[in-house]
């Protein structure tokens, strides 16, 4: 069979090339071109991906300058977050919070349960700028190791839901059948089931006062719905093409679930996880003041609020330096879940 050789020039300036069958197609100058740069010629490469220039591939950045490697979702949503305002400012009073509650001797040389009652309800005086609680403590040094307390409760209690609903959610909606109507029952049980009031049940027999109880409760109650998030995401990416392919070619369940539906899937479980963190802090706070959370000598929030609520009206200073602290710390939580929502969800690009 004679081998196909490469178009030559005619005489109207395009090219002939060879047919399989001996004869010759007539091609536009245009095509003669295109074919002569996929083999090498001045315009052009072997790699068919590289033909288009520089500045015009699917890795290159505004002004024709390529980053050496193929854009992801995870690389244009930290390209968005660095220019988001509202994710710098959480970020940096995050930041500060984690910085605070490693070391808080860095801003606070004092001990949070040294008090002296001759203190009481005072107010403000030089190095107790926060002024003194019920039982003559600094307010200052309680507020700032508190922060402790509230990070530790929320990282945790997010980290736990997170996982426990992700592989609970995720495993049902790749099998499917008789196992995600059972997982969709039991969600749905736990649904009904009411966060403050089941703390009340729960927590009132317990007599630790540690943090572990309130951590467990937290993820007793919050996996569902990461778990129906991380199902409808885990049902949504299992369907598309490359899934399928990867499936046709022979790869088993525990490859497909790691490999191509995890890294897909995990989007929304970490936004709202990230926005469920603020929510763990404030329900910390809300059942520590309830009596039924944290205990003393646990240095919380929300038992500082508990302990200031009865002197508003005389020492309004005992009751807003750590509400104001706690109001800070989930909003910076808040505001940092809606930009990485803002970043992860394509629909608002």
């Known amino acids: 069979m004679p081998e196909p050789q490469s178009p030559r020039p005619d005489d109207n300036g395009g090219a002939i090339a060879a047919t399989g069958a001996g004869g010759a197609m007539d091609l536009a100058t245009s095509e003669g071109g295109t074919l002569e740069r996929q083999r090498g010629g001045p315009d052009g490469g072997l790699d068919g991906g590289h033909g288009a220039g520089p500045g015009t591939g699917p890795d290159a950045r505004p002004g024709g300058e390529s980053t050496g490697r193929p854009r992801s979702l995870w690389s244009d949503a930290w390209r968005d977050l660095r220019r988001n305002p509202v994710f710098v400012l959480s970020g940096l009073v995050i930041v500060f919070l984690v910085l605070i509650s490693v070391w808080p001797s860095l801003i606070a040389s004092g001990n949070p349960l040294s008090c002296d009652l001759a203190r009481a309800q005072d107010g403000s005086r030089p190095g107790h700028p926060f002024g003194f609680n019920g039982q003559g403590c600094d307010v200052y ?199 990485v929502r803002d970043a992860l969800d394509p629909k608002l690009r």
């Open 141 to 339: 040094t309680r507020t700032v190791h508190g922060a402790r307390t509230s990070v530790v409760v929320g990282v945790l209690a997010s980290l736990g839901v997170a996982v426990v609903g992700s592989v609970l959610g995720g495993l049902a909606g790749f099998h499917g059948g008789f196992w995600d109507a059972i997982l969709s029952r039991v969600t749905d049980i736990f649904f009904g089931i009411p966060v403050v009031l089941g703390g009340l049940v729960l927590l009132s027999v317990v007599t630790s006062s540690t943090v572990w109880p309130v951590i467990g409760f937290m993820v007793l109650l919050g996996w569902p719905q990461i778990s129906r998030i991380a199902r409808g995401s885990v049902i949504t990416v299992k369907q598309n093409d490359f899934v399928q392919a990867a499936r046709a070619l022979g790869a088993s369940g525990p490859r497909l679930m790691l490999r191509h539906i995890l890294p897909n899937a995990v989007a929304p479980v970490i936004v709202v996880a990230t926005i469920a963190l603020g929510t763990f802090i404030a329900l910390e706070a809300t059942l520590s003041y309830l009596g039924v959370g944290l205990k003393p000598p646990t240095v919380s929030w929300g038992i500082d609020i508990s302990d200031a609520s009865p002197y508003i009206r005389n020492s309004p200073h005992m009751l807003l330096w750590p509400a104001g602290a706690l109001a800070i710390t989930v909003l910076a939580f808040i505001m940092l879940g809606d930009a």
